[in-house]
């Protein structure tokens, strides 16, 4: 295989602490239908929601180096709204491919907010990091911006894929956690603030008609990170038949068997240790 060949066969790489990245990949995948992919999840290092900011800025960048260095990506994309708003500048620093990050849609969902008040659902780390600050103060300054972290939500994601009963409690907490603040009654719209929420939406979207709430507009940024990855890849073409897709986890997980079935719809094939 040539050097040219080699760059053809290079792969996305998305990185996540466990399954919400695929909420990512998949408007990406629906994009750039030829892209090869490798998805590592850091089971070893679940869930980054309930850790410090040193815990993930240490952790985070030397992950992606040894990912990048055994896989040889094109591009790889931190698909974590946490990773992104803690590490993204120092694994950026750290990389010589591009880095696309993940975070909260604040600015759409202000953009189309008529009550001016929207949510923001994400992990503990997430809605307290100074990036959301700076991210409500530029686009949402004449919005209402409430936040709740819901480690929760994030296990109803990982159970909903691994075929689990789900309890429909724990997608209404969730919301209540931003409606039961002042002004929450107002609430037109839901950025969904990590990667794990938009796998569990129509949860959501039940657990809100249940309430009996006005109708809410659940936000996220997968289509743009994957129009982000089609313009950063305009110069390389795509092979014409990829490899089947890689799954690569962190540690020991006796869930991932139960994962095999939604990790192929997604198109991993083929699971690999770190």
């Keep these: 295989m040539t050097m040219s060949d080699a760059r053809v066969e290079a792969p996305v790489l998305f990185f996540d602490s466990g399954v919400g990245g695929l909420s990512i990949l998949a408007p990406a995948r629906a994009l750039l239908p030829q892209m090869p992919v490798v998805y590592a999840a850091d089971r070893a290092g679940f869930p980054y929601g309930?850790?410090?900011?040193?815990?993930i800025a240490a952790r985070v960048p030397a992950l992606l180096g040894r990912l990048v260095e055994r896989y040889r990506p094109r591009i790889a994309v931190i698909?974590?709204?946490?990773?992104?708003?803690?590490?993204l500048k120092a694994v950026r620093a750290a990389l010589d491919i591009p880095v696309v990050g993940t975070v909260p849609a604040?600015?759409?969902?202000?953009?189309?907010?008529?009550?001016?008040?929207?949510g923001v659902l994400g992990t503990e780390a997430t809605v307290r990091q100074p990036y959301v600050d700076r991210l409500a103060a530029e686009h949402g300054s004449d919005c209402t911006i409430l936040r709740h972290g819901s480690a929760a939500l994030v296990a109803l994601a990982e159970a909903k894929l691994r075929g689990q009963p789900l309890d429909p409690e724990v997608a209404r907490t969730a919301?209540?956690?931003?409606?039961?603040?002042?002004?929450?009654?107002?609430?037109?719209?839901?950025v969904l603030a990590c990667t794990h929420f938009p796998l569990v939406q129509p949860e959501l979207e039940e657990a809100a008609k249940a309430l009996n709430i006005r109708p809410l507009a659940f936000?996220?940024?997968?289509?743009?990170?994957a129009r982000r990855i089609a313009y950063l890849n305009s110069d390389l073409p795509w092979p014409e038949t990829p490899a089947p897709g890689i799954a690569?986890?962190?540690?020991?997980?006796?869930?991932?068997?139960?994962?095999?079935?939604?990790?192929?719809?997604?198109?991993?094939?083929?699971?690999n240790a770190l």
């Design 79 to 87: 698909a974590c709204n946490t990773a992104s708003t803690i590490a």
């Design 106 to 118: 604040i600015k759409p969902a202000a953009l189309s907010s008529k009550t001016r008040v929207i």
């Design 175 to 190: 919301l209540l956690g931003l409606i039961e603040q002042p002004g929450g009654e107002k609430m037109d719209s839901v």
């Design 248 to 271: 690569v986890f962190t540690g020991s997980d006796p869930d991932i068997a139960a994962l095999k079935p939604a990790l192929a719809t997604y198109g991993l094939m083929q699971i």
């Design 219 to 225: 936000l996220h940024g997968g289509d743009g990170i």
């Design 50 to 55: 309930t850790k410090t900011e040193a815990e």
